[in-house]
């Protein structure tokens, strides 16, 4: 019923990224109830940073392509 390519993108892509999620919040969570606040917002700072450096190297390699 579904092209393979679709299934795949379904299975790893939107799957795979809800589970990324939500380990990021499950991990950031432990650290708050833990009272690692410093380490819970440096955790949530350095991925955001991390996740948008990403973005934008992968737009400007692109752009060779």
Do not use: D, H
Not at 27 to 54: D, K, P, Y
């Amino acid at each position: 019923m579904l092209t393979p390519e679709l299934r795949m993108f379904l299975m790893i892509g939107l799957l795979g990224g809800f589970t990324t999620f939500s380990t990021f919040g499950y991990e950031t969570m432990s650290l708050v109830r833990e009272g690692e606040f410093f380490s819970a917002c440096a955790n949530v700072l350095i991925q955001v940073l991390i996740g948008l450096l990403a973005v934008w190297l992968g737009y400007g390699i692109t752009k060779y392509f």
